[in-house]
């Protein structure tokens, strides 16, 4: 799928990859490809600057710190951040739902 | 793992080179980077390459530097205007703190009336002090507004960092043109009555503005540039 199909979602699929705990860059970018079963392929050069941006918004938290050996710049949410997930989770699940009810073939409506 | 690192070294220094901005953001921005890389190239080690194919997939997958780097503009040119703004807004209740100071070491009446009726005030201060007041102005609400579009409120403001260099480099201008305009307010009274001047005051107060006019002139060239590259 294209970086621009996903652009309207990426903040909320960034916001979601940090709900069970502080990651890094790339570990944040193997987890939206592992967990869409590798049907979203994010470039690096949308990733990392979407992240900082969302840092900058106050949603995200990034710090230095030693992980693995090696200092990377992890990121977890804010009370914001966490605030702004759940509003797009709701907004998506309105959206998807209609979407499924209406492409579905068996839930056509007879038309008159 | 030499060739290996020279190769990140490399195409690290080549997305440096493409971005603008401010020093430390671009270090950071880097460093991100190759951690970011050196987890890649871990990865694809792990699955059996060699160090050196290992680097090359790594770098393959990041894609080309000057992609990257341009990835960054936007934040990158965010980050300048609002460290303009904020130095802006810091510094100028000082700067105007430092010319009241002496003002009226200088024996200058300021009092609740226009400037240009205050007893001993400069002979330019019609002019002048109009001037000033309007560039302020303008200094303040658009480094408040760029502030705004470049923190939390950015969610809920339709203003991208374009539109926020912009805004930045017009309260560099603004606060460019009230310096100006004091300096103009302090050559008429050295030409009409110099002896009234405090000069230690009055140097203190000329130092702080000729560095504020200097640091803002620098800061609004590169707020506009950075909103060069986002066109």
């Not at chain 1, 392929?41 to 995200?60: F, M, S």
């Not at chain 1, 605030?83 to 699940?93: K, M, N, S, Y």
């Not at chain 2, 002496?102 to 201060?125: C, D, N, V």
Request: hydrophobic share 50%; proline share 7%.
């Amino acid at each position: 799928m294209s970086a621009e199909t996903l652009k309207g979602h990426l903040d909320g699929m960034l916001l979601a990859s940090l709900e069970d705990g502080p990651r890094h860059g790339y570990a944040i970018m193997e987890m939206l490809r592992v967990g869409s079963s590798g049907q979203f392929n994010l470039p690096t050069g949308t990733v990392y600057p979407a992240l900082r941006r969302l840092e900058r918004a106050g949603l995200v938290r990034g710090t230095w710190s030693e992980v693995g050996g090696r200092r990377r710049r992890v990121y977890e949410l804010t009370p914001g951040g966490h605030r702004v997930l759940e509003t797009e989770r709701g907004a998506w699940q309105t959206f998807s739902a209609a979407v499924t009810a209406l492409l579905s073939p068996a839930a056509k409506p007879v038309s008159p | 793992m030499t060739a290996g690192s020279q190769l990140i070294d490399a195409y690290l220094g080549d997305v440096a080179a493409a971005l603008p901005g401010p020093a430390r953001a671009r270090t950071d921005i880097v460093a991100e980077l190759r951690s970011g890389l050196l987890d890649a190239v871990e990865a694809y080690h792990s699955a059996g390459l060699p160090p050196a194919p290992a680097a090359e997939a790594a770098i393959r997958e990041f894609g080309d530097a000057s992609r990257i780097a341009a990835g960054f503009h936007p934040e990158l040119a965010a980050h300048q205007a609002r460290r303009l703004a904020s130095a802006l807004v810091a510094t100028g209740p000082l700067i105007g703190l430092l010319w009241a100071t002496a003002a009226l070491a200088s024996h200058i009446g300021i009092r609740p009336a226009l400037p240009w009726q205050w007893a001993g005030a400069p002979p330019a201060s019609m002019v002048a002090f109009p001037v000033a007041a309007a560039a302020l102005l303008i200094t303040v609400w658009t480094a408040l507004f760029t502030l705004a579009a470049t923190g939390r409120p950015a969610r809920w403001l339709p203003i991208g960092p374009r539109m926020a260099a912009t805004t930045a480099a017009m309260a560099g201008f603004g606060a460019m043109v009230a310096d100006a305009a004091v300096f103009v307010l302090l050559a008429s009274q050295l030409f009409s009555a110099p002896s009234r001047l405090a000069p230690a005051p009055i140097a203190v107060a000329a130092a702080a503005s000729l560095t504020r006019l200097t640091l803002a002139r620098r800061g609004a060239r590169r707020c506009l540039s950075a909103r060069a590259t986002l066109a």
